[in-house]
């Protein structure tokens, strides 16, 4: 006899039960018992916990709840619910008659065990090209020379996009003006669009000014990459106008402020509730859902620690079901966990957007794209489910 551990392999469920000849009529039922899920549930209130946690313990799944939870001495509790993803589908139907809440817990199971599913986006790369001289990292920085060698360098190397931006937003960097930012970028569009780079890859406008944006999508460009996560209402007009796609990132305060003491309550929380607001927004100014994706902002305003926890808990943001990209290309939080200089830290950025896939990331925003495409393809290769 022998015994393998084969947890590991449980993204590639559905081949190992064919492996061992398993009757097809029993592949959907098998593969969703072949994972627990571990859910952390906020403010849930008291009374729906009790019920919550009996309506689990009834189906074989449980709920961890604080020990006052039974004495009802609180209003809102804070629980963790561990199940499989058939018992999740239990429980999302049982919740819908419960009261106290639990029929808002049943939708957010839902949505859940949508994106448990899968959805299906093709990992993306984004190749970065700067217009300006104080982006942080050197090699990204380009001009009117050699923009179109650098483009098609990146789309003959495996890019599906190509970002381009004439402001630096890493930290503490400052502003500068509409007309500055304009007149630095504007002989790069031209030359792209003359060109007909358009043709070959998606291009990205990073930018958060209306009149940039606007020339952008007027010539060739069809994303818009927001870093302020469409706060300005003329943004979101003019992406609405010419029916691009918008990247909504979340960052707490600017650039030049956004690392002074970063704090948050909850910052996956935060974010969450950040999104739902400006999917909303978008909505309403008329950009059509399919066309927005999100960007959690990986260094934009938040800690070491609060990168961490945004990137383990990414597929809470797959529940929008709409793309999500990530962008820690070099970044100092990189440096933070192993001192690196920005030019020795592609193995950690490798690394790190490695994760991002595991965990729902569909875009990586990235400076070194053939690298890159090397990953996706052999990440794809180990998480490739036959049909």
């Known amino acids: 006899m022998f015994i393998r551990d084969i947890t590991e392999l449980e993204k590639n469920s559905l081949r190992i039960l064919k492996k061992i000849d398993v009757d097809r009529g029993a592949h959907t039922i098998l593969t969703r018992k072949m994972k627990t899920y571990l859910l952390f549930i906020s403010d849930l209130n008291v009374y729906g916990a009790n019920i919550l946690k009996q309506d689990a313990l009834s189906i074989g799944a449980d709920l961890a709840v604080p020990k006052n939870t039974v ?17 999740l589908e239990t429980l999302a139907k049982k919740e819908l008659a419960q009261p106290f809440g639990l029929k808002d817990v049943a939708k957010e199971l839902k949505k859940f065990l949508k994106a448990y599913k899968g959805q299906d986006f093709e990992p993306q790369i984004m190749g970065v090209l700067n217009i300006n001289d104080d982006s942080f990292f050197e090699k990204s920085r380009v001009n009117e020379e050699t923009i179109l060698q650098s483009a098609n360098q990146m789309v003959s190397d495996g890019a599906s996009i190509i970002d381009i931006g004439a402001v630096s937003s890493r930290p503490y960097s400052k502003p500068i003006s509409e007309d500055d930012e304009f007149n630095r970028v504007k002989g790069t569009i031209d030359a792209l669009y003359k060109n007909s780079v358009h043709k070959k890859v998606e291009l990205s406008i990073d930018s958060y000014s209306p009149k940039v944006i606007e020339y952008a999508l007027q010539n060739g460009f069809s994303i818009v990459n927001d870093i302020t996560g469409l706060r300005n209402d003329e943004v979101a007009k003019v992406t609405a106008k010419y029916g691009a796609k918008i990247v909504i990132m979340h960052m707490q305060g600017t650039p030049e402020t956004m690392q002074n003491n970063p704090n948050y309550e909850d910052v996956v929380k935060d974010v969450y509730y950040y999104f739902q607001e400006m999917i909303e927004k978008a909505k309403q100014f008329g950009i059509e859902e399919k066309n927005i994706i999100l960007d959690v902002g990986i260094g934009f305003g938040k800690t070491l620690q609060h990168n961490i926890e945004l990137l383990q808990s990414l597929k809470t943001f797959e529940t929008f079901g709409l793309p999500l990209l990530a962008g820690i290309s070099r970044k100092s939080m990189i440096d933070k966990i192993i001192p690196t200089p920005i030019e020795e830290r592609l193995p ?12 729902g990331a569909s875009i990586l925003r990235v400076h070194d794209v053939k690298e890159h495409k090397q990953m996706v393809e052999i990440w794809k290769a180990f998480h490739r489910v036959s049909s």
């Open 71 to 87: 004495t009802c001495s609180v209003k809102k509790v804070d629980a963790i619910l561990i199940a499989t993803y058939r018992q």
């Open 348 to 359: 950690g950025t490798l690394a790190l957007h490695q994760k991002a896939l595991e965990n």
